[in-house]
């Protein structure tokens, strides 16, 4: 079972989502697949991005947030995401969390925030260990 608190985890599925709709209203998937995740400084950089402002401020805010974790609450971060995207099973959580540890680095935030689904994932890797995505 996951350590990190589901608060901290349903905080940023709240700030996933509305990045994502920031996403919806600006950039186009494509786009952003084709120039991967950018800071706010090389967004402002890139005129030919036509990223919408609250997607570009939500990026930097959850990159933020998710940086000021601590090294094993971020790697349980991208373990309930591979959980809940169905890399793995709740059973397999332990070898989950040892390859999120094994393979941490500093552009973690990078790495979740370059997933198009992470409200998603996060969320259903909650529900894997039953833990309710509203409270």
Do not use: C
């Amino acid at each position: 079972m996951f350590t990190i608190d589901p608060d901290k985890v349903r905080f940023v599925i709240e700030k996933a989502r509305i990045f994502d709709a920031g996403m919806e209203n600006g950039e186009e998937d494509e786009e952003l697949e084709a120039t991967g995740p950018h800071t706010s400084d090389e967004l402002l950089e890139d005129e030919d991005l036509e990223e919408s402002p609250e997607a570009d401020a939500m990026y930097g805010e959850l990159r933020e947030i998710i940086n000021e974790f601590n090294q094993d609450e971020q790697a349980e971060l991208v373990a309930l995401t591979w959980v809940g995207r169905g890399s793995y099973g709740t059973e397999e959580w332990a070898q989950a969390l040892e390859e999120a540890n094994r393979v941490h680095n500093d552009r973690t935030a990078e790495y979740l925030l370059g997933m198009p689904l992470l409200a998603d994932y996060l969320a259903e890797g909650l529900s894997a260990f039953g833990e309710s995505v509203e409270e």
